[in-house]
Protein backbone atom coordinates (compact mmCIF):
# COMPACT_ATOMS: atom_id res chain seq x y z
CA UNK A 1 0.00 0.00 0.00
CA UNK A 2 1.47 3.12 -0.65
CA UNK A 3 1.87 5.82 1.73
CA UNK A 4 -0.79 8.42 0.44
CA UNK A 5 -3.39 5.57 0.33
CA UNK A 6 -2.49 4.64 3.90
CA UNK A 7 -2.43 8.33 5.28
CA UNK A 8 -6.09 8.76 3.72
CA UNK A 9 -7.23 5.93 5.62
CA UNK A 10 -5.70 6.60 8.82
CA UNK A 11 -8.00 9.98 8.48
CA UNK A 12 -10.85 8.18 7.26
CA UNK A 13 -10.98 6.13 9.91
CA UNK A 14 -10.19 9.07 12.88
CA UNK A 15 -12.47 11.24 11.29
CA UNK A 16 -15.15 8.01 11.51
CA UNK A 17 -14.24 7.44 15.05
CA UNK A 18 -14.52 10.80 15.99
CA UNK A 19 -17.91 11.08 14.20
CA UNK A 20 -18.87 8.51 16.39
CA UNK A 21 -17.85 9.97 19.69
CA UNK A 22 -19.51 13.16 18.55
CA UNK A 23 -22.86 11.34 17.68
CA UNK A 24 -22.95 9.47 20.80
CA UNK A 25 -22.39 12.17 23.67
CA UNK A 26 -25.08 13.87 21.24
CA UNK A 27 -27.43 11.45 21.76
CA UNK A 28 -26.47 10.67 25.73
CA UNK A 29 -26.01 6.88 24.90
CA UNK A 30 -29.68 6.28 24.07
CA UNK A 31 -31.17 8.30 26.31
CA UNK A 32 -33.96 10.33 25.05
CA UNK A 33 -34.76 13.62 26.32
CA UNK A 34 -32.15 15.73 29.17
CA UNK A 35 -31.08 12.97 31.14
CA UNK A 36 -32.05 13.90 35.03
CA UNK A 37 -31.44 11.77 38.17
CA UNK A 38 -33.60 10.65 40.68
CA UNK A 39 -30.86 10.88 43.15
CA UNK A 40 -27.76 13.02 44.10
CA UNK A 41 -25.06 13.97 46.14
CA UNK A 42 -26.27 17.56 48.43
CA UNK A 43 -22.81 17.70 50.69
CA UNK A 44 -20.21 16.16 52.07
CA UNK A 45 -17.77 16.30 54.70
CA UNK A 46 -14.61 14.41 55.33
CA UNK A 47 -13.99 12.95 58.95
CA UNK A 48 -10.64 11.30 58.28
CA UNK A 49 -8.58 9.51 55.96
CA UNK A 50 -11.50 7.60 54.65
CA UNK A 51 -14.45 8.17 56.63
CA UNK A 52 -17.40 10.71 55.28
CA UNK A 53 -20.60 12.13 55.81
CA UNK A 54 -23.05 12.75 53.02
CA UNK A 55 -25.94 14.12 52.54
CA UNK A 56 -27.89 12.17 49.79
CA UNK A 57 -31.27 13.14 48.15
CA UNK A 58 -33.26 10.76 46.72
CA UNK A 59 -37.79 10.45 46.53
CA UNK A 60 -37.48 14.00 48.06
CA UNK A 61 -36.11 13.12 51.60
CA UNK A 62 -32.60 14.21 52.42
CA UNK A 63 -30.69 11.22 53.60
CA UNK A 64 -27.46 11.50 56.40
CA UNK A 65 -25.19 8.64 55.60
CA UNK A 66 -21.74 7.87 57.34
CA UNK A 67 -19.22 6.38 54.66
CA UNK A 68 -16.51 4.12 55.74
CA UNK A 69 -14.50 1.89 53.74
CA UNK A 70 -16.18 -0.86 55.75
CA UNK A 71 -20.20 0.16 55.71
CA UNK A 72 -22.42 2.66 55.09
CA UNK A 73 -24.81 3.61 57.40
CA UNK A 74 -27.53 5.75 57.49
CA UNK A 75 -27.80 8.42 60.43
CA UNK A 76 -30.89 10.50 59.50
CA UNK A 77 -33.69 11.46 57.37
CA UNK A 78 -35.48 14.25 56.55
CA UNK A 79 -37.80 15.79 54.09
CA UNK A 80 -35.78 17.84 51.46
CA UNK A 81 -35.53 21.35 51.42
CA UNK A 82 -35.72 22.65 48.37
CA UNK A 83 -35.25 26.62 48.97
CA UNK A 84 -31.40 26.23 49.06
CA UNK A 85 -28.94 27.20 51.38
CA UNK A 86 -30.32 29.27 53.71
CA UNK A 87 -26.51 30.03 55.17
CA UNK A 88 -27.25 33.73 54.11
CA UNK A 89 -30.69 34.30 55.47
CA UNK A 90 -31.32 36.89 57.92
Not at 8 to 17: D, E, I, T, Y
Not at 23 to 49: D, E, K, N, T
Not at 59 to 71: C, E, I, Q, Y
Amino acid sequence: MDPVRYISALLLVGGLLAVAIWALRRLRFGQHGPARSIIGIVAHASLGAREKLMVVRFAGRDHLLGVTPGSISLLASAEADDVGDETNAP
